[in-house]
C-alpha cells in the first residue's frame, strides 16, 4: 500500500466520522402529546343532552381541520369543535 493511498483512507475515515458525529447533534427532541389521542370518547344520553353551543370563542390550539360539504369543521386541542358554515 502506498502512502498517499493510506493517506486517502485515513481522511475518507476522518471526514466519514466528523460527518457521522455532526449529524448526530442535529436531531431536537420534540414532545409528544400526552393524553388519548385520538381514541373515542363515549357518554350517555343525557349527558348528550346537555352539550350546548356557545356563543364565538377565540381558536387557541388548533386540531385536526376537514370540510364536509358546506361545513368547516376545526377541533381544538382539549376544548371542542368550532363549525363554520363557509357556503
Known amino acids: 500500500m502506498t502512502s498517499s493511498n493510506l493517506f486517502i483512507r485515513t481522511l475518507f475515515f476522518i471526514i466519514l466520522c466528523a460527518f ?3 449529524s448526530s447533534a442535529c436531531k431536537e427532541d420534540y414532545p409528544y402529546p400526552s ?3 385520538k381514541k373515542p370518547v363515549y357518554i350517555s344520553y343525557d349527558s348528550l343532552l346537555k352539550i350546548r353551543g356557545l356563543p364565538p370563542q377565540p381558536v387557541q390550539k388548533t386540531g385536526t381541520i376537514f370540510l364536509l360539504d358546506t361545513l368547516f369543521f376545526l377541533l381544538e386541542q ?3 369543535i368550532h363549525v363554520f358554515n363557509v357556503a
Open 78 to 80: 382539549k376544548k371542542g
Open 35 to 37: 393524553g388519548k389521542g
Open 20 to 22: 457521522i458525529f455532526l
